[in-house]
């Protein structure tokens, strides 16, 4: 950009009085009346744990591993938090060793038990304001008063819908008030104070943005939003401190590195890159990195090898160091320096099951000479691209390259011949390429050389030679009629919205289609300049930067092109800034990039100022710059007596213009709110520790958690997520309530079971919404109130009062949608006021699973003849109206599912076949059913989004694709033993179910079911896995099915390809006749042998006796000669040897009979 100084104010008194008088009409008259308030703004910074209180701390998203905060969960012993409850314990069972990963939905967590945990890093929150010195003072006011900010997070949609579920979820949290303790503070109560709040993260998402707003006390501050991402190339170091593995940071900004080099463009896929990065700095090896948009960044040298590979077939001039292009994905990012291309894959567990991310720099396509890497801005079929234009042996043929989960690979295309040979030419080169997503088209803009060397481009079949000859007109059609100039047309580049179908073709001149075959030449840019690159919103507008630095505007729809930079409306707003003492302007300035955030268009500016330099990123002032042309150019000066008064021109049709009727949002934007506040404390100021704020990090990793579960086939008996949670103490609520206003909860904190809740009312506020879902057949109304500035009222024929302002709605696909727009005339109040319907024309998509491959299109709502002309004043600056252009997203929205309604099923199944019967272990999580009764099966339609539940009335085919004896033993079928298992053309007697139903699908190869079907007979014939089931105990065989529904091309009322895979139980299965048999023969020969055994004992029972009796007789006799022997002698002498004689022997043989016993004893065992 040209250095940019203060602009010289005219000599003339005339022109005083005009530009003073500019000044004060460009002043919102409506915030007159608060000039004295002061103007203030949200900060926020990113702290991890250690970094809690400290004042000056801010991190970088670089940790997503989460802890656990069991702990602090052990003190509330008297609280709604039923830790066995929610752990899954019962009252004798042990705590086992678990582990984690994050959270996600549509995926369960790898932990063998549930508990609370805690996200890596707080959010830390404080404001500002102007000509305020003292931060603390304010923030310390602002509490006082009763301000609380209010934090909205939104997890961006993941690229890859295959591994992750695809919905829009958000988490609205309320900060908590936190005193610091790092510094000791006498003189007063607060000291230093901040707000926190845990900032969450959720598996397949590395892209937040965080709004924080104020609740409405306190001093009034503007809603404002942050980019937070993760950024996975940064790592910790073993000392700790962060470090890049891209390479090395570089801590000094040199200006050679910035003051006059050229402007390149920002690359990246939209909406999807957590890292952005930006090469061009002159002979370095460094690119400019952020994970902030560019709010803060780092200057990082990369650790590339820097080769240079020049041969015949590459045509190197020369070497050098410069990173010319790069382009950032949702994980990869892509670098040329000269002819080589390299990537490297972030760390991102939050991403992909296995970390694979890259240790360095992997060069690809190293035997390719690469003229160019040419981006594709939106992700499609779950990947993202990217693309290379190749130069020498392989000039006319493209490299596309696809990443799917940090994966890269590339291809060559054309597949069969290149691009020259396919238009039979013998010399050809690839300018540019675009990639179309929505169609899988690849266009592609190619030089020709003539046989006389001269040079001609064609991009599909529309040949492009001379710029042609507007002759005044501001657009022009080109029908191959018209006359041309003498001005060579020189194409570089090409630029395609997916939601409009706009095709831009630039170079020296600016062409637009909309249907890539007829195309508009846009007479307002000069031909004499030529377009370095375009920088699009795909919100309807875009800006152009050309080779010499100078800024352009264009309206999608219009055509008319406004130059910004540098015009006279540019020296007036840089006056305006100098005369405020701005900081962001100084006379010597570079731009080095611009882009689009969040509708806005930004500059990132190097700045010299007193000899120092500086990068910051400030806002363009698009709209500021357009009111400031518009007025410096339509003014009239009249003489009134002996001076002159100026009068204006406002072009703008109307003066008031109002969206009503706006219905609520989420139905259409399909917004999953949830909310949460913290634990409040019991402490006279309300101030938060280190323990309560642990437990509302738990709090709301609990309630994530409970979200991402909540995608489970058996419906709950309540549709919202948090009704496990609390659907045990609720009764209990005003006890806690008593317990938390008598100061008695354990641990000083209490938990509001109101506080945790899913949001299914939002309310719509006066804007349309950022994009909107449509199903089939769906429509989507609003009103647009409109009071004109001409009080003149126009009548038709039959005193028909006509409108005086027109409002049109531009569609991009009138095949697929439609739009209706009545009218309403308001003399009385000078307004007009227009309905608009937005409707789908169910033609132009298939069905498909929820939040996939849908159809991108737009709808343009503006007013005639007002482009370029209205604005509305706002707190936050002018803001453009009469264009508002809405994408449109057409298919399955997310956030809609099929679910089994077991609770209705139970209840009818009962009621249908006279009784019920479970199994003998009873799961509640799942419930039998007995094989001989009829299968009556329900299923409900639920909407996550607005709470919506009812039972599916469309058809559906259900089918047996798995099945075994237990969970373990569970088998996935192939797609033959799905068509014997389920088909009634079977065969094969491997039928496993069957219907009386009579509808079938086209091909007769599957029954179509509905809820008014007759149900499900079990068969379980001879050839089907069920059949012959061997029971394991003594109870009848049971048998697990893996059930697949879905109503794809039986049902015709949505465009949603519900499928829903869920595991049913059936016990009481019957067994085969020769298993059967064999089990009656071994029991009869069991109950024979059993009997024949007790006749034997029955009649050989008295002999029996008869031998134990004479055995015992026996003993009995060998006892009483012993003792005989011992006690009847007369001699003292001769009795005492005898006894001694007699016991020795008795002791021999008690001996050989005690031995004799343990050897038979042993030999038992």
């Not at 299914?760 to 004109?788: C, H, M, Q, W």
């Not at 039972?951 to 033993?969: A, C």
């Not at 496993?992 to 091909?1003: G, L, M, P, Q, R």
């Amino acid at each position: 950009m040209f250095p940019v100084g203060p602009a010289p104010w005219p000599r003339l008194r005339v022109l005083w009085a005009l530009w003073a008088l500019l000044v004060v009409l460009l002043a919102p008259w409506r915030l007159w009346a608060i000039q004295e308030t002061q103007e203030c703004t949200w900060q926020v910074v990113l702290n991890n744990l250690e970094s809690v209180g400290k004042n000056d701390a801010i991190d970088h998203f670089v940790d997503q591993e989460l802890y656990t905060v069991d702990k602090v969960f052990d003190l509330l012993v008297d609280a709604p938090i039923d830790r066995d409850e929610v752990r899954g314990l019962g009252a004798d069972e042990w705590e086992r060793p678990w582990s984690c990963t994050l959270l996600g939905s549509g995926h369960l967590l790898t932990i063998s038990l549930q508990t609370y945990l805690g996200f890596p890093y707080y959010l830390k929150i404080n404001y500002s304001c102007t000509g305020e010195v003292s931060s603390e003072a304010l923030v310390r006011k602002g509490h006082l008063t009763g301000l609380k900010p209010v934090v909205l997070v939104t997890f961006q949609s993941p690229v890859n819908f295959h591994r992750w579920k695809i919905e829009q979820l958000q988490i609205q949290m309320e900060a908590a008030p936190f005193r610091s303790p790092a510094e000791r503070c006498d003189a007063e109560e607060v000291c230093l104070m901040s707000w926190y709040t845990p900032m969450p993260i959720k598996n397949g998402s590395v892209v937040m943005r965080v709004d924080v707003s104020s609740n409405g006390l306190g001093p009034f501050i503007p809603n404002k939003r942050f980019h937070v991402n993760i950024n996975g190339f940064l790592e910790r170091g073993r000392d700790h401190e962060l470090q890049f593995t891209v390479g090395n940071e570089l801590f000094h900004l040199i200006p050679r590195h910035f003051v006059n080099v050229p402007s390149r463009p920002l690359w990246y896929t939209v909406d999807q890159t957590p890292v952005l990065i930006l090469g061009g700095i002159p002979e370095e090896k460094a690119i400019l990195l952020t994970d902030t948009n560019f709010k803060d960044f780092f200057l990082v040298e990369l650790s590339i090898d820097s080769c240079w590979v020049g041969s015949f077939y590459c045509p190197q001039a020369s070497f050098t160091a410069t990173i010319y292009d790069a382009i950032a994905t949702e994980s990869t990012l892509f670098i040329r320096q000269n002819q080589l291309i390299y990537y490297f894959t972030g760390t991102y567990t939050t991403l992909y099951e296995n970390n694979h991310g890259s240790e360095r720099w992997v060069r690809v396509l190293a035997n390719e000479c690469i003229k160019r890497l040419c981006p594709v801005h939106f992700h499609s079929n779950g990947s993202e691209y990217v693309m290379a234009l190749t130069a020498g042996k392989n000039e006319g043929y493209v490299h596309f390259g696809t990443i799917t989960d940090g994966l890269v690979s590339f291809k060559l295309l054309p597949r069969d011949r290149s691009v020259c040979n396919a238009i039979l030419v013998d010399n050809c080169s690839i300018t540019w390429a675009v990639f179309i997503a929505g169609d899988y088209n690849l266009l592609m803009l190619v030089e020709i050389v003539g046989p006389t060397s001269s040079k001609y481009f064609q991009v599909v079949s529309y040949d492009l030679e001379f710029i042609p000859d507007a002759r005044g007109l501001e657009f022009l059609m080109i029908l191959g009629t018209e006359s041309y100039t003498n001005f060579p047309m020189v194409p570089k580049g090409m630029s395609y919205n997916p939601y409009n179908n706009l095709l831009l073709i630039w170079g020296n001149f600016l062409l637009q289609s909309f249907n890539s075959e007829n195309f508009i030449y846009l007479a307002d840019f000069p031909k004499e300049l030529s377009i370095k690159y375009l920088v699009n919103s795909f919100r309807g507008d875009m800006a152009i930067v050309t080779e010499n630095e100078e800024i352009w505007y264009l309206l999608e729809g219009s055509y008319q092109v406004y130059q910004l930079f540098p015009s006279k409306a540019w020296e007036v707003y840089i006056s305006l800034q100098v005369l405020q003492q701005s900081s962001r302007y100084a006379p010597n300035e570079t731009m080095v990039t611009l882009f689009y955030e969040d509708n806005k268009l930004y500059q990132l500016v190097y700045l010299i100022d007193n000899q120092q330099g500086r990068l910051i990123k400030r806002l363009m002032p698009v709209e500021q710059l357009l009111m400031y042309q518009q007025i410096s150019k339509e003014y009239v000066l009249e003489r009134q007596g002996s001076h002159l008064t100026l009068s204006f021109s406002n072009f703008c049709p109307f003066t008031v213009m109002r969206l009503q009727e706006l219905p609520n949002p989420q139905i259409y934007t399909r917004q999953e709110r949830y909310r949460a506040q913290p634990p409040r404390v019991l402490e006279p100021w309300g101030f938060h520790s280190e323990n309560s704020l642990a437990v509302y990090q738990g709090l709301v990793y609990y309630l994530l958690s409970l979200h991402s579960k909540y995608d489970k086939p058996y419906a709950d008996p309540v549709h919202d997520p948090t009704w496990r949670w609390w659907k045990n103490k609720k009764q209990d609520q005003d006890y806690y309530f008593y317990l938390a206003n008598n100061w008695r909860s354990t641990g000083s904190v209490h938990v509001d079971m109101t506080s945790y809740e899913k949001i299914y009312d939002l309310k719509a506020e006066n804007e349309l919404p950022e994009r909107i879902f449509l199903d089939k057949g769906t429509s989507y109304s609003f009103s647009v109130f409109l009071t004109t500035r001409k009080p003149e009222v126009q009548h038709g024929p039959s005193f028909q009062v006509l409108s005086p302002v027109d409002l049109a709605v531009v569609l991009a696909d009138p095949d697929c949608i439609e739009a209706m727009v009545k009218e309403k005339v308001l003399v009385n109040r000078n307004s007009v006021l227009f309905w608009v319907t937005l409707s789908d024309k169910r033609s132009c998509f298939d069905q498909g699973i929820s939040g996939h491959h849908l159809m991108k299109t737009s709808m343009l709502v503006k007013v005639l003849g007002s482009s370029g002309h209205c604005f509305q004043n706002t707190n936050r600056g002018p803001r453009m109206q009469s264009n508002l252009m809405v994408p449109v997203l057409i298919g399955c929205p997310p956030g809609k599912r099929l679910a089994f309604d077991i609770t209705y099923t139970l209840q009818y199944n009962r009621v249908q076949n006279k009784h019920y019967f479970d199994c003998v272990k009873v799961d509640p999580e799942m419930p039998c059913f007995l094989f001989r009764d009829i299968f009556y099966p329900f299923f409900l339609i639920q909407d996550l989004v607005t709470g919506d539940s009812g039972s599916f009335q469309g058809s559906y085919v259900l089918k047996v694709v798995g099945g075994g004896p237990t969970l373990d033993t569970i088998k996935e079928y192939s797609e033959e033993e799905i068509y014997r298992f389920n088909s009634p053309l079977d065969k094969t007697g491997s039928l496993i179910w069957t219907t009386e139903n009579t509808t079938t699908t086209e091909d007769l190869a599957f029954n179509i079911m509905s809820h008014n079907s007759l149900g499900i007979e079990w068969l379980c014939l001879e050839n089907s896995p069920c059949h012959d089931t061997i029971p394991h105990n003594i109870f009848a065989p049971e048998f697990f099915f893996k059930v697949l529904v879905s109503n794809r091309g039986v049902d015709e009322s949505t465009y949603c390809d519900y499928q829903l895979t869920f595991l049913l139980h059936i016990h009481g299965l019957p067994l085969s006749a020769r298993r059967a048999f064999l089990i009656l023969l071994v029991s009869a020969s069991l109950f024979v042998g059993l009997v024949i055994l007790y006749i034997v004992c029955c009649l050989l029972s008295p002999y029996m006796v008869k031998v134990c009796n004479i055995l015992r007789w026996k003993i009995n006799s060998i006892i009483g000669l012993e003792s005989n022997y011992t006690y009847s002698t007369p001699s003292d002498s001769r009795a005492f040897s005898h006894s001694g004689t007699v016991s020795w022997r008795s002791s021999r043989l008690n001996s050989r009979v005690v031995y004799k016993g343990a050897e038979e004893n042993k030999a038992e065992t």
